[in-house]
């Protein structure tokens, strides 16, 4: 019966069967088949083989493979949403966002804009620019607002009208709330440079003109 067996399996007969089990470690679908029916073709037929035994190795060998397929698949779709982000993440190039970063890049002409978030309603919101060595050369007075996002923009105009220097800039905000000066998250526009993409795929980053780099999921606007 071994011999017919090993026939069967395409295996030389000096191997046996454990032969061909350690030449190929799994058996695909087109091999369990065989193996099937060679045990088939084989039993004892005063002693046939169960038929839920027969049932369950059928079913066994649908599970497994439907697992193998559903991974497979899985793998793949993860592929193509980690591409497709690459490739919307590499559109902005050249353009601008408003990220989680306060770091703005002024080039006269343009202008700093940016959004602040407001919890609850404040009283006295500001608005503090900052150069790059932290010196403060604009407070913007926003006033008293509702909960929301606000937006806010300064054409770089001192009061004298002269400009300020190109260069980055960093924006923070404070406003009055329940009468106590409370910090003010706020994001400044800045343009994307270029696209930093980690090993895999996994992790994409925006590299901006301000010099800060924000990840791809922590764009909040494009402008």
């Not at 439907?66 to 919307?88: C, F, K, P, V, Y």
């Not at 009061?159 to 009468?179: C, E, K, M, R």
Request: proline share 2%; no cysteine; aromatic share 4%.
């Amino acid at each position: 019966m071994q011999s017919d067996l090993a026939t069967i399996l395409g295996v030389e007969q000096t191997g046996g069967l454990g032969s061909a089990v350690k030449k190929k470690e799994e058996l695909g679908q087109a091999e369990f088949m065989r193996l099937l029916v060679a045990q088939l073709n084989n039993q004892d037929p005063t002693k046939p083989m169960d038929n839920f035994e027969f049932l369950s190795q059928i079913a066994q060998f649908s599970t497994v493979s439907g697992i193998q397929d559903m991974q497979t698949s899985l793998s793949g779709m993860g592929e193509s949403m980690m591409s497709t982000r690459a490739i919307q993440a590499s559109s902005l190039v050249g353009r601008d966002v408003i990220s989680a970063s306060n770091q703005a890049a002024f080039v006269p002409g343009e202008e700093i804009e940016g959004v602040v978030a407001i919890p609850v309603s404040a009283s006295g919101v500001q608005i503090q620019v900052s150069d790059s060595s932290g010196q403060l050369v604009k407070v913007l007075d926003i006033g008293n607002v509702d909960a929301g996002i606000h937006k806010f923009s300064w054409d770089g105009l001192l009061d004298d009208g002269t400009s300020i220097a190109s260069g980055n800039y960093q924006v923070i905000a404070s406003g009055l709330v329940d009468g106590a000066v409370e910090a003010l998250p706020a994001f400044a526009s800045a343009r994307v440079t270029s696209v930093s993409i980690g090993a895999g795929g996994s992790e994409i980053s925006l590299n901006l003109d301000g010099g800060d780099s924000v990840s791809y999921a922590d764009v909040l606007q494009y402008l």
